[in-house]
C-alpha cells in the first residue's frame, strides 16, 4: 500500500503507514527502507540521508541498502561514489543482480562520461534470459538517458 500511496506522490499518507510500521516495530527493517525511498521519491535528499546511515550501520553488507544508497548519490550528483558501490555489486553478480545494478551502474558511467563501458554494460545486460529482458528495457532506456544530461 505504501508502494502504491508514493506513486500516487500522496507522500503525507505513506510517510504516516511507515512511521506506523516504525511504531510497531522500531526495529523494522522493511519500515526504514520505506522511508528512505519516501524521503527519495520526495526529494528530501538529506532525510533519506540519514536513515541510510542507520540502515547502513545495521545492515553493512544489505544490498538493498547499497542500492538505496547508490540512488541516492546519483540523486546528489555524487556519481563516482555511487560507481564505487553499484560497480562491484553489477561486475560480480549473477543475472538478476546485474539487472538491478545495471540501470544506476551504466547510469553513473554516462554521467561520468564513459560511454563505451556503459554500452557494454546494456550490451552485458541484452545476453540475460528471456525471462529478464523485459527488465533490461527498463535499464536501457535510463541508460540512454544519461548519456548528455
Keep these: 500500500m505504501i508502494n502504491v500511496l508514493v506513486f500516487q506522490s500522496r507522500f503525507d499518507e505513506a510517510l504516516e503507514q511507515a ?7 522500531p526495529v523494522s527493517f522493511v519500515s526504514e527502507v520505506e522511508l528512505a525511498q519516501i524521503y527519495y521519491r520526495m526529494g528530501d535528499f538529506g532525510k533519506m540521508a540519514d536513515i541510510l546511515t542507520e540502515l547502513e550501520a545495521k545492515n553493512p ?10 540512488f541516492h548519490l546519483l540523486a546528489t550528483q555524487r556519481h563516482e561514489e555511487a560507481l564505487a558501490i553499484i560497480g562491484p555489486i553489477y561486475e560480480n553478480g549473477k543475472d538478476l543482480q ?3 545494478a545495471g540501470a544506476p551502474y551504466g547510469y553513473a558511467l554516462g554521467k561520468l ?14 545476453r ?6 523485459g527488465l533490461c528495457s527498463v535499464t536501457r532506456v535510463s541508460t540512454d538517458l544519461s548519456w548528455n544530461g
Design 98 to 100: 546485474k539487472i538491478y
Design 113 to 126: 562520461g564513459r560511454n563505451d563501458k556503459a554500452r557494454a554494460v546494456i550490451s552485458d545486460l541484452g
Design 19 to 25: 512511521n506506523e510500521i516504525r511504531r510497531r516495530d
Design 128 to 133: 540475460v534470459s528471456a525471462l529478464e529482458k
Design 61 to 70: 553488507d544489505n544490498q538493498r541498502v547499497a542500492y538505496l544508497r547508490t
